[in-house]
């Protein structure tokens, strides 16, 4: 059975810093993509970051030079470095992991999600 447990959330000043982990476990083959969303409250969740298996990332716009996703394959693990952070930077952050596993002797690729934390941001 895989498990995706997200830890780090909490409420930090404006201009503080957060590091949120998440990690799978399981019977994984390996993790291809790892992706970190957030969905402020009452608003539509959003893509923050996301980093492949190559080491490319991507962020979105609103987070760019604050934020840092990182990964460590051996551990099956993502972080999310956030620096500089806003108040509109408050929110629920999930991870994802888009994964093989083997089912009944044969790779499959799935997305596994964690359970939400919340960050907030004091002005």
């Known amino acids: 059975q895989i498990q995706v447990v997200v830890s780090g959330g909490g409420l930090v000043q404006f201009g503080g810093s957060l590091t949120l982990s998440c990690a799978a476990s399981g019977n994984i083959l390996r993790v291809n993509k790892w992706t970190w969303f957030r969905q402020p409250a009452g608003k539509e969740r959003e893509l923050v970051a996301f980093?492949?298996?190559?080491?490319?990332?991507n962020y979105a716009n609103s987070v760019k030079g604050r934020f840092t996703i990182s990964r460590d394959d051996a551990k099956n693990t993502v972080w999310l470095q956030m620096n500089g952070l806003k108040p509109e930077d408050t929110a629920v952050y999930f991870c994802t992991a888009n994964l093989v596993t083997w089912a009944l002797d044969l790779p499959m690729t799935s997305d596994y999600w964690g359970q939400g934390t919340q960050v907030t941001v004091s002005p």
């Open positions: 980093i492949e298996d190559s080491g490319s990332t």
